[in-house]
């Protein structure tokens, strides 16, 4: 015996195994075991073939008219068996009862279950509502195919070209241009990224990594909590009559830096026991803005600048940092630190003073670095004052007793990109030549510039401990590196207490560090004081920026090289892969553990079948494949 029955909003029908009080157990037509209740479900006994009792249930329900059924049924709740007395007043067969139970459960837009078996009706408003969504979702249908079809042809239709970047990040997943997208992908097996791209929706891979980059950003400023500052707050240096230095500072920077945070002076004084005094002296944009115009404009919210090998965008704008960029040939206010250095380069004593400075000299780095190591007896330096700086410097370095994990072997390497606007982050031209440049590390600049930079704001840390009001410290244990507003050593640089403070125009954290070490020089303006809870959501927001720029940083770094490596064989494209006549072979270095570091190029490689290679080991390497969209490339031992 057979049983046909309703299970929730569907027929079904089993084999009847046995029956116990309300259970029937039945077998249903899969193999599993399934037990129903007679006081919840609806159902009907069949001693006839099953097969042909649906067969002929079905072929009923084609000859029911739906609409006649809704029109006929009680207004009122009802049940199957009032509902067939009244559509089948003679002679109601099981295969009659059965087609009317399906009609019921097949046609939700007129009817609906309810609870202990019992039906309603849906009003006419809402069945009319239903037709146009019904009829809509069809239309839906037939253009979402229509569209699938010419973009799997390679043809980019209007309403998804109109769309553009909106679907790059799927901003609508509910889209039919979306769905489109998502399903041409699965069926080739690609990303909805390369189904844009192949296209045309995406220009380049430079565009989509440039989207991704600016996406992530939005999406982080919706998140972020926004600090609110005094709107009256006092500007810390107003009124305040700066004395005018007597010295001449020079810079150390790269070519390309144009916001240069600091300079140095060289005294040699040789009385009593000091032999030098040195001024650390950092540019003071904290005179020309207030926290609460950093947050007004945007400044705290950026936090830092945003460095790429073809572009870069300044935390400051350009008026401010012509008013606070120690450039070279003015005359500019800064904080001084001023260390006095006995002739074995043991500090003396240390000052802070507020001043004017005149910036003799923008020394870039270059060719002369190199000519000093060769030959540190004749070669003449930018500033005579850097011989002294270097052996202060390295005797600095000796001191900190600072941990050095680098490996040896890699080098380091500065990607530039010549052809492009350094200046518009926002540019998505792929245009462009990227090239290499050695970054020595160690050099007499690198030297003075990294151990007085630490000097700095080690000292400048320690005020900020002392002062007892908020600050942002760098702290390091068990080489992780965090900020709190609690000082604590860090203790990869060797020093017991550390707080940016040397990078004022380049990074937000450093800028309120400046602000509240003014606050120490200035004690009587307490209004201008920012309290904990603002350093800690700068804190916050500036550790998650960070990450952002730096990951976009290192990607980038990543596609310029993939574009040298390609631009042996085709300067304007962001793919390759090999042939019998096209071929890249390039070196590789072992860096031990399977892993190699190309030369010449800043990319490392895996190759866990060289594992045993030792390191220093050189070895040749063939490219087969690259590809700047996916960012990946494929290598093989040549």
Not at 67 to 78: Q, R, Y
Not at 216 to 245: A, E
Not at 413 to 421: E, T
């Amino acid at each position: 015996m057979y049983v046909f029955y309703l299970e929730k909003n569907s027929c079904e029908f089993g084999e009847i195994n046995s029956e116990s009080g309300n259970t029937i157990q039945v077998t249903l037509p899969s193999g599993d075991i399934k037990k129903i209740k007679k006081s919840k479900n609806l159902f009907i006994l069949i001693n006839k073939n099953i097969e042909n009792f649906v067969k002929k249930t079905e072929k009923k329900l084609n000859s029911i008219d739906v609409k006649s059924v809704w029109e006929l049924a009680p207004k009122n709740d009802f049940t199957l068996c009032e509902l067939s007395e009244i559509f089948f007043p003679k002679d109601i067969s099981f295969v009659d009862k059965a087609a009317l139970l399906m009609c019921l459960t097949k046609n939700p837009i007129y009817f609906r279950k309810k609870q202990k078996s019992f039906f309603s009706c849906v009003s006419p408003e809402i069945i009319e509502c239903a037709k146009k969504s019904l009829k809509l979702k069809e239309e839906n249908s037939r253009t979402e195919n229509f569209l699938i079809d010419q973009v799997m042809n390679g043809v980019l239709p209007t309403r998804i070209k109109n769309m553009g970047r909106e679907l790059i990040f799927g901003e609508n997943k509910q889209s039919i241009e979306y769905r489109v997208i998502k399903k041409v992908g699965s069926k080739l097996g690609i990303q909805p990224v390369n189904v844009l791209y192949n296209i045309g929706v995406l220009k380049s891979a430079f565009e989509y990594h440039k989207l991704n980059f600016f996406n992530r950003l939005k999406q982080q400023n919706h998140s972020t909590y926004s600090v609110i500052f005094n709107k009256n707050q006092d500007n810390l240096l107003q009124g305040f009559k700066f004395p005018i230095s007597k010295l001449k500072a020079y810079s150390i920077d790269d070519a390309s830096t144009t916001e240069i945070d600091d300079a140095f002076s060289l005294q040699e004084i040789n009385k009593s026991s000091v032999k030098w005094k040195v001024g650390i002296h950092i540019a003071l944009p904290t005179m020309f803005l207030t926290p609460f115009e950093c947050v007004a404009s945007g400044i705290s919210d950026q936090a830092l600048s945003i460095y790429t090998p073809s572009e870069k965008k300044t935390m400051l704008p350009q008026d401010i940092l012509e008013k606070a960029s120690l450039d070279e040939n003015s005359l500019k206010p800064v904080i001084s630190l001023y260390v006095e250095f006995d002739k074995d380069g043991l500090i003396l004593s240390d000052e802070t003073v507020l001043e004017k400075i005149f910036i003799k000299q923008n020394i870039r780095l270059g060719g002369w670095e190199e000519r000093y190591e060769e030959d540190p007896i004749t070669t003449q330096l930018p500033w005579d004052g850097l011989k002294d700086l270097s052996f202060l410097a390295t005797t600095l370095s000796k001191k900190r007793n600072a941990k050095n994990n680098k490996n040896k072997i890699k080098p380091e390497f500065r990607i530039k990109v010549s052809g492009r606007d350094i200046k518009n982050l926002k540019n998505l031209n792929m245009q462009g030549e990227p090239f290499f440049e050695l970054r020595k590390r160690g050099s007499i600049a690198d030297t003075i510039v990294t151990e007085f930079m630490i000097l700095t704001n080690f000292i400048w840390g320690k005020k900020l401990k002392n002062f007892q009001e908020p600050a942002i410290f760098r702290v390091n244990s068990s080489g992780f590196t965090k900020m709190q507003t609690k000082a604590s050593s860090h203790d990869d640089l060797g020093v017991e207490v550390y707080a940016w403070a040397t990078s004022p125009l380049r990074r937000y954290v450093d800028f309120l560090n400046q602000w509240q070490l003014l606050c120490s020089i200035f004690p009587k303006k307490k209004v201008a004081i920012i309290d904990r809870e603002k350093i800690k959501s700068a804190i916050n927001n500036f550790e998650k920026k960070q990450i952002i720029y730096n990951e976009f940083q290192k990607l980038m770094e990543k596609y310029w090289s993939y574009r040298w490596l390609i631009s042996k064989k085709n300067p304007s494209s962001e793919f390759w892969e090999k042939t019998e006549k096209d071929r890249i072979i390039i070196d590789a270095t072992c860096l031990g553990n399977g892993q190699f570091y190309l030369v010449d190029i800043p990319l490392t490689v895996k190759f866990y079948e060289l594992a045993d290679l030792s390191i220093g080991k050189k070895i040749k390497v063939e490219v087969e494949r690259i590809d700047c969209l996916d960012m990946k490339i494929k290598l093989c031992r040549a």
